[in-house]
Every structure is written in C-alpha cells, then in structure tokens.
C-alpha cells in the first residue's frame, strides 16, 4: 500500500520522518472526487455539504464521530455493478462490508443480491425482507444452526467451505426434507497483491479446499454423491483491496479448469461459477480504481474465452463486491479535540473516536485521506498525524497527512472512503460508545443505525 515519494510540505519539509507521502494537495480545501462520495461539495461558506447538507449541522443534529453516508451514491455504484452484469450475471452485495436493514432494503430496489457469514448477518438480511432465495451463505465454521436456519429460510446457495461442511449441509438439508444449492469454495493457488490479511486464495490459510492435489475434485466428487445437495457451482475468492485484474484471470483459468475436469469425470456441467469480491477502491488520490463496467467486461470475457477453450457452455457468472459499493460512499465524521506539535516530528492531532470506529490504519496499515470540513483555510500545510481517543499509542485513524495549520480543537474533520469494514469493525474499546450511521439523500438525514448508549453497554453488563 506504498505511494510515490513527495516530501514536499513547508513546514515540515526537513524534518519529515522516513516514508513515502503524498505531497500536500495544492490546495488543501480541494476534495478529490475519487475518494469522496458523489454528492460531497462545499458551500458558498466553504463548509462542505454532503445530499444537501452541511456537515456542521448533521454535527450539531447527531453529534461526532459519526459515519455519514450518501444515500444516492450507495444506490448509483450497486446499480451501476447491476448494469454492468447484466441480466446474465448476479452482483451479491457483501454484507460484511457494512450491512443494515436500510442497505438491504436498497440493495433490494436495486436488484442485488445478498451474500451473509454470519448468523446475525442472515438474520438482518431476512428481518428486512431480503428473499431468502436472493441470500448466499458463507463462512468457514457455520454452526450447525446458523446451518439449519439458512435451510430453513431457503436461502439460495450454502457456499461449502470444507469437507465436513458438505457432510454436514447435506445431513442437515436432508434431515429437512430439502435438497440445499450449494456452491464449493476453492483456492486457487493465487498470491493476490494485497495486505496478507486480506488475501485469500493462496493455499497456506483457513478459506476453501485447495485446488492444488485434488483436493476440490475430491470434494466435488463428494458432493455430487449427496442426495441433500445441489452443486451448482464452484466460488472462489482471491482477496480484498486488489486493483489488478491478472489474478482474477488465473482464478478464472484454473475454475473453469475444475469445471472441465468435473464435466470429463461426472458427465456434468456445474451452471455457475462465483469470482468473489475483492475490487480495490481508492482511499487516496493515489488510487485508481477500475469501473465495474471495466471490471465486468475482463470477467466476463475471460469467463467466455476460457469456457470456450474448454468447449464448455459459458456458466452463469456472479460477483460478491462489498468494499467497491459501499467504501466510497461514507466518511466518517469527527470533532478535532486538541493539536499537539512535536518539535522536529510533526502534529498529532486527536479526534473525538479512533481504533474503535477505524482499525483498518492499525491492522492493514491502512492509507486514508482527511480534510477539514467546516470550513476552509489558506494556512501553510502541516505535517499532521490523525489520532483517537484510545489508550493505546497505535490508536491511528490517518497516518501521514497534510492539514492546515491553523487547524484548532472544534474544527471537523473528515476521513472520505470509510464505508465499507468501518462501522462493521467497530468495537467497544475503553468502552467507547459506537457511532451512528446517517445517511443523507435530497437534504434530509435520518439515522439508520443509531449511536450508542452507555445504557446499551451496561445492558449486556449484566452485573
Ligand atoms: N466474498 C467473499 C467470499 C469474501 O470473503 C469477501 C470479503 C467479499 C466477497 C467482499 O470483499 P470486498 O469486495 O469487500 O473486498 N476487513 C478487511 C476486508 C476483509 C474482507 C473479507 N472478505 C478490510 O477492512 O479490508
């Protein structure tokens, strides 16, 4: 996640500590479309307004931090993955990103699908009425209930994870009177260029059945041979934040290699295949994600052109993007409580959450923007560094950036691109309170998760 050298900064352009930075934007009031959801702009006054609304009141009306995200740029980005698949193809949205009655309800309208990893996620997805037939279920250890109520609810497809899963699944859904659609995950084998957490389709880590010695044939075979299961296709998923399409093409290559295998050795010929998530978005300047209409295209020819090679009909295809949708369209909102300089180091700046609402800069080392919203400045840039309010000295919500120098406790700041595995990280830490998510469309806010209590915490703290 390295950006091109520029030490630039006047302030701090001696002193600037090892590392690669982003110079100062030219204009630190400038917010750069690319990591900022599509209805952010400022005002006449200079203080920015996200679907017609200033920051300062939606701090005033709900408080800080808090994640506000664009109502309409959600659904312009899960309709434009919509159209770009076409009718052939199914986008599953991945609630793990962030996941809310409100999105599901969007989701819905929209014509996506939902793909849940979780008990508490499958249950949110059908409280809110998503059709359990448009719901996939994954996960590495489901639980034999979590199993049973996918079952039961009718969701679309278990995606299998292992070999005793299959037994399981298959037991389960017979028990039932049910025969379960299922897709087999696969590993590949590829090295996605990517922060080691977040990849997932080399062999050396706990997501699939490895491709490698036979092992997904095997499983297949398995498969097959359940009255309780319905394969309809083989899922692979090769990582998250990937902005290069040459490992979605070997994943391709090797999937519809499984899929001729399984046709030369069954007489079958599974009618889906599922390319996963994973497509980068930019959480700075520096980034340049693709376009879904691109990134529909790669996919889809190099589906066809492999399934051609191997004389086999083209299968259905479906893609499970969270971050792409969902990451640029919040940024979360935060009250700046005290400035500290460092002679010879650079300014530490605290902001009213951290860690708890953001560990993303702690456990992926993680690059984000930030600006400050409610007003502009034509100070010298500063060298800053965007820190919470936790005990913990990695508590780091922006590592390097520039803000202005005349920056003072009660200014609001913005980190853009925090929609997707910000508040679906979040925790408790210190016991500090989870922000609310508000979102905004056409001039009107309203909360759809709201912030938490001291109430809610003492609840659960059942003495
Ligand atoms: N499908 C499967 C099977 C997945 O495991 C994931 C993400 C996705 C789809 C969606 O990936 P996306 O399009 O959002 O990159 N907490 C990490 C990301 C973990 C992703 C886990 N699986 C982060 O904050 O970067």
């Known amino acids: 996640m390295s950006r091109s050298a520029h030490p630039a900064g006047p302030r701090h352009a001696d002193v600037l500590p090892e590392g690669h930075y982003t110079a100062p934007a030219e204009d630190l009031n400038a917010l750069d479309p690319k990591v900022w959801a599509h209805t952010v702009g400022r005002d006449a006054d200079g203080v920015v307004t996200v679907g017609g609304i200033t920051v300062t009141q939606l701090a005033e009306e709900y408080g800080t931090p808090a994640y506000i ?15 770009a698949f076409g009718t052939d193809a199914d986008v599953f949205y991945a609630g793990k990103a962030f996941l809310s009655r409100a999105v599901v309800r969007w989701l819905d309208e929209e014509g996506l699908n939902l793909d849940v990893c979780s008990g508490g996620e499958l249950a949110t997805a059908l ?8 719901i996939a279920f994954h996960g590495n250890n489901k639980s034999p209930e979590e199993i049973e109520r996918a079952v039961r609810a009718g969701v679309g497809r278990i995606v299998l994870d292992s070999f005793q899963e299959i037994v399981r699944v298959a037991h389960l859904a017979q028990s039932l009177g049910k025969r379960q659609r299922v897709q087999i995950r696969i590993t590949v084998g590829v090295e996605a260029h990517t922060h080691e957490f977040i990849a997932t389709a080399h062999e050396d880590q706990k997501f699939g059945i490895p491709l490698a010695g036979g092992q997904a044939a095997e499983a297949v075979r398995r498969a097959l041979q359940l009255d309780g299961l319905e394969v309809i296709g ?42 996963g998530g994973g497509l980068g978005i930019a959480y700075t ?10 990134i529909a295209k790669a996919l889809t020819e190099i589906v066809t052109r492999e399934c051609e090679s191997a004389r086999l009909a083209t299968p259905r295809i479906s893609v499970e993007p969270g971050r792409a949708i969902v990451g640029p369209t919040a940024f979360t909102l935060y009250e700046v409580g005290t400035v500290k300089p460092l002679d010879g180091l650079r300014t530490y700046v605290s902001v009213d959450g951290g860690m708890s609402d953001n560990i993303r800069t702690a456990l992926y080392d993680a690059e984000y923007s930030v600006a400050l919203v409610s007003r502009t400045s034509d100070a010298e840039p500063m060298l800053v560094r965007v820190v919470g309010k936790h005990c913990e000295s990695g508590d780091i919500v922006v590592k390097d950036a520039f803000l202005p120098g005349d920056l ?9 691109a925090t929609g997707a595995y910000c508040r ?3 925790s408790n830490y210190n016991h500090v309170l989870r922000p609310p998510v508000v979102s905004v469309r056409d001039g009107a806010a309203r909360v759809i998760v709201r912030r938490e209590t001291e109430e809610d915490l003492l609840r659960l703290d059942v003495g």
Request: hydrophobic residues 40%; aromatic residues 4%.
């Open 69 to 83: 995200l664009d109502e309409a740029d959600f659904r312009d980005r899960a309709r434009a993955w919509r159209t």
């Open 127 to 134: 409280a809110a009425g998503m059709p359990a037939e448009r």
């Open 234 to 275: 083989i899922h692979s998923h090769i990582g998250s934040q990937i902005f290069d399409m040459s490992g979605f093409e070997v994943a391709a290559h090797r999937v519809v290699g499984l899929l001729k295998d399984i046709r030369d050795e069954h007489g079958v010929e599974l009618p889906e295949i599922d390319l």
């Open 285 to 294: 300047s520096d980034d340049d994600p693709r376009e879904p209409h691109e």
């Open 408 to 416: 003072a406790p009660g200014d609001l700041l913005a980190v853009p």
């Open 424 to 426: 679906s990280m979040a």
